[in-house]
């Protein structure tokens, strides 16, 4: 196919194709989170995952590994502080950052998930 008809077709890409399994993807895996954790988003648990393993992050390094923008990451950080899961305070370094720390409760929910996360990666292979 040339790259002309590759912009006539898309959908019979590979970048196409791939898009539409992260998708697809996507809504099979916050249809099943919905039933364990109604309220909590995938995103949600992305970054409470990645915040576990580097508490001390920051918000672009989030948004660059979800791939989210800034805006983004900061409204789904407030959703989180707002469902208790993470707290936030103002960094006294620099009155422009926040500190930002995963709570028992959003530590207790990434415990509980854990072999959903499992389930959905082995599903997602296969």
């Given at each position: 196919?040339?790259?002309?008809?590759?912009?006539?077709?898309?959908?019979?890409?590979?970048?196409?194709?791939?898009?539409?399994?992260?998708?697809?993807?996507?809504?099979?895996?916050?249809?099943?989170?919905?039933?364990?954790?109604?309220?909590?988003?995938?995103?949600?648990?992305?970054?409470?995952?990645?915040?576990?393993?580097?508490?001390?992050?920051?918000?672009?390094?989030?948004?660059?590994?979800?791939?989210?923008?800034?805006?983004?990451?900061?409204?789904?950080?407030?959703?989180?502080?707002?469902?208790?899961?993470?707290?936030?305070?103002l960094n006294?370094?620099?009155?422009?950052?926040?500190?930002?720390?995963?709570?028992?409760?959003?530590?207790?929910?990434?415990?509980?998930?854990?072999?959903?996360?499992?389930?959905?990666?082995?599903?997602?292979?296969?």
């Amino acid at each position: 196919m040339s790259n002309k008809e590759s912009f006539l077709y898309p959908d019979q890409t590979l970048f196409y194709s791939i898009e539409k399994a992260i998708k697809l993807y996507r809504r099979y895996a916050q249809a099943r989170l919905k039933q364990m954790y109604p309220g909590l988003t995938i995103d949600q648990l992305l970054i409470l995952s990645k915040m576990e393993q580097n508490e001390d992050i920051s918000h672009v390094e989030l948004s660059q590994l979800i791939f989210k923008d800034i805006a983004s990451i900061s409204r789904i950080l407030s959703s989180l502080e707002e469902k208790k899961l993470l707290q936030r305070k103002l960094n006294p370094a620099n009155k422009r950052r926040f500190l930002t720390r995963i709570t028992p409760k959003g530590r207790e929910v990434l415990q509980k998930l854990a072999p959903f996360v499992s389930q959905n990666r082995a599903g997602a292979l296969h």
